[in-house]
């Protein structure tokens, strides 16, 4: 089973950056694919962007290149989303994923990832 717990959410003014942390635990091997999607308000749940099991893919979300980017840290088992340059229309619930099948492609589709963690709220103002 694996537990995931996002973290690093709040509330920010347009143009301020915010970095969001995923702790991944975990019973097995580490080798996993991460995600990020989030929630606006009233709206359905999008792709933000994903990393490959070693970190040499990454896969992003057209509302958010060049101004997001994921990374991990296999050390502490964390994933984290650095946000840069943020807008109002980011405001929404976060959500870390992670699907264990590492030799897939990476998806933006949610149906993809398996395992979730419960969300971190982030509000834009402007």
């Known amino acids: 089973q694996v537990q995931l717990v996002e973290s690093g959410g709040g509330l920010v003014q347009a143009g301020a950056s915010l970095r969001l942390s995923c702790s991944v635990s975990?019973?097995?091997?580490?080798?996993?694919?991460a995600g990020w999607f989030r929630q606006p308000p009233g709206k359905e749940r999008e792709f933000v962007a994903a990393?490959?099991?070693?970190?040499?893919?990454?896969l992003y979300g057209d509302s958010v290149k060049g101004r997001f980017t994921i990374s991990r840290d296999y050390t502490v088992h964390a994933v984290y989303l650095e946000m840069n340059n943020l807008k109002p229309e980011d405001t929404a619930v976060y959500y870390c994923a992670v699907d264990r099948r590492s030799w897939r492609t990476l998806s933006p589709n949610r149906e993809e990832y398996t395992y979730w963690g419960q969300g971190t709220q982030v509000t834009v103002s402007s």
């Open positions: 990393i490959s099991w070693n970190g040499g893919s990454t």
């Open positions: 975990q019973s097995t091997a580490s080798t996993y694919i």
